[in-house]
């Protein structure tokens, strides 16, 4: 049986008793304690430099089938000598549409020259940087990097960094943050995640349980 199998195994035990009122979603930290977290819109560091509605804890929220693949990934990634950190799982419906009014006050441009200072901010949402809608807000979609004791490895782009570096494929950055970038893909794949070819942090369940339902509980 597959490492994958035995997490959601355990996690079906953990939730069997949930009925349809509670919440879809499971902390994270609930399933693996071993897997960093900051929860960057819950703060100040992200690129809106301000907390984001819905984020009322340092928390990551993820569908337990999601959490529970994440948990396999962290099993192979520890195997290899690193260890997975995540900066983002659920996301509210009400922080995306946070996300929408920032983005249309042209104005506001506090963290450009840190997270998007080759794009006008006019044309975030034209390039696909903001959207109304987010897979995150789903439940099982997750940003995250690769740590080696305890320090982040070189990815080529900070986090959230609005430009065409960010593309996990991009040739312009250095050998070793690909290779970086390589082995988190590789390790996220052999997990039943896929890409978004455009963030080289962002993945997706492939099987996640709600592709069809935008979730709205705050992150707590």
Known sequence: MS????YLITLLLMTGCAT???SPLVRLSDVDATIGFEAK???SDNFMGRPVRGYEANAVMLTPEAAGALAAAQHDARSRGVSLFVFDGFRP???V???VEWGADLTDTLNQAVYYPNVPKAELFERGYIAERSGHSRGS?????LTRDGEALDMGTPFDFFDELSHTENPAIADSAMANRMLL???MMDAGFRNYVNEWWHYTLIEEPYPDTYFDEPVR
Do not use: M, N
């Open 3 to 6: 490492r994958l199998k035995l």
């Open 20 to 22: 349809p009122s509670e």
């Open 41 to 43: 819109y819950f703060g």
């Open 93 to 95: 419906q009400r922080a």
């Open 97 to 99: 549409d946070h996300f």
């Open 141 to 145: 979609t997750v940003d995250l990097t």
């Open 185 to 187: 893909r590789s390790i």
